[in-house]
């Protein structure tokens, strides 16, 4: 039969989870839309379960003296400033089951801590701005979630967290966002919404939307084969949500 099938146009492929592997939640959204707030909620759900997070920002590449001392001119909202291969290769790991130590990252001084984040889990959410930005990467989600709020929002919140989180001033955030944020939205993340499978509007606001995850993430963990060679350390993000 060779008539047109516009269901052929949709088509999507299914990927079969084998069970010893993780499954890897993409989520992606501009900054501030609340990726990490769902994602905490997400966890604070699965309290005991074996469910871990991955933040891409772990994975900004540390700046230079020369760069540091200019870094109110740095393009931190383009894909380059993050080591994506690095965030791939984790993923790959992670995937076939490992235990794997990613770096920590420090906002203030633009560069990596001595700290690592030991990850590890049947179900990996992996949060950022630039989660979708490569095909190796979208290619290794099981499940992509695009976190989508109003620009406006986006910006307010980001006033008050880097403000208080970041060690910033409310000039210089509103200076790099019209600068760099914004464009680095449009240009990278918003066009990567049309890979996602599902979109959460209002972010961690909407429980609707959080629970129908949440009902998909138990159904997972329930066929999950369990891991005896993997020791599953804890819960991020649990202890400090009681
Ligand atoms: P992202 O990970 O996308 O950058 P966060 O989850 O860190 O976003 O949220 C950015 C800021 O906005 C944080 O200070 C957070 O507390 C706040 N925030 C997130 N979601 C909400 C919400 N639904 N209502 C109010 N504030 C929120
Ligand atoms: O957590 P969030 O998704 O907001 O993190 C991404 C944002 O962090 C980017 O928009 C980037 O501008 C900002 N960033 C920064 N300083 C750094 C590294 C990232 O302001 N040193």
Same mark, same amino acid.
């Given at each position: 039969n060779s008539s047109f099938h516009y269901e052929n146009l949709f088509?999507?492929?299914?990927?079969?989870?084998?069970?010893p592997e993780a499954f890897l939640v993409g989520v992606c959204g501009g900054s501030a839309s609340g990726k990490t707030s769902v994602c905490r909620e997400i966890i604070r759900q699965l309290k005991g379960k074996k469910v871990d997070i991955i933040a891409q920002d772990w994975f900004y590449k540390p700046l230079t003296k020369e760069q540091r001392q200019d870094?109110?001119?740095?393009?931190?909202?383009?894909?380059?400033?993050?080591d994506l291969d690095l965030l791939a290769e984790k993923l790959r790991e992670l995937k076939k089951g490992k235990v794997v130590q990613c770096p920590d990252y420090d906002f203030v001084s633009h560069s990596r801590t001595k700290k690592t984040h030991q990850v590890s889990g049947d179900v990996i959410l992996i949060e950022g701005i630039?989660?979708?930005?490569?095909k190796e990467l979208r290619d290794l989600y099981d499940m992509k979630i695009f976190v989508d709020v109003d620009s406006d929002i986006r910006l307010s919140r980001r006033i008050l967290r880097d403000t208080s989180?970041?060690?910033?001033t409310i000039n210089g955030v509103i200076e790099q966002y019209f600068r760099f944020v914004k464009p680095g939205f449009e240009n990278?993340?918003?066009? $990567?919404? $049309?890979?996602?499978?599902v979109i959460i509007l209002r972010g961690s606001s909407n429980i609707v939307a959080i629970n129908l995850l949440l009902d998909r993430i138990k159904a997972e963990l329930q066929n999950h084969k369990p891991?005896?060679?993997?020791?599953?350390?804890y819960n991020r993000y649990s202890k400090d949500l009681e």
């Open positions: 088509k999507q492929e299914t990927k079969p989870f084998l069970k870094s109110a001119n740095y393009n931190f909202d383009s894909p380059l400033a993050i630039f989660t979708f930005e490569t989180e970041r060690g910033r990278f993340v918003a066009p $990567k919404r $049309k890979f996602s499978d891991q005896k060679q993997i020791p599953f350390i």
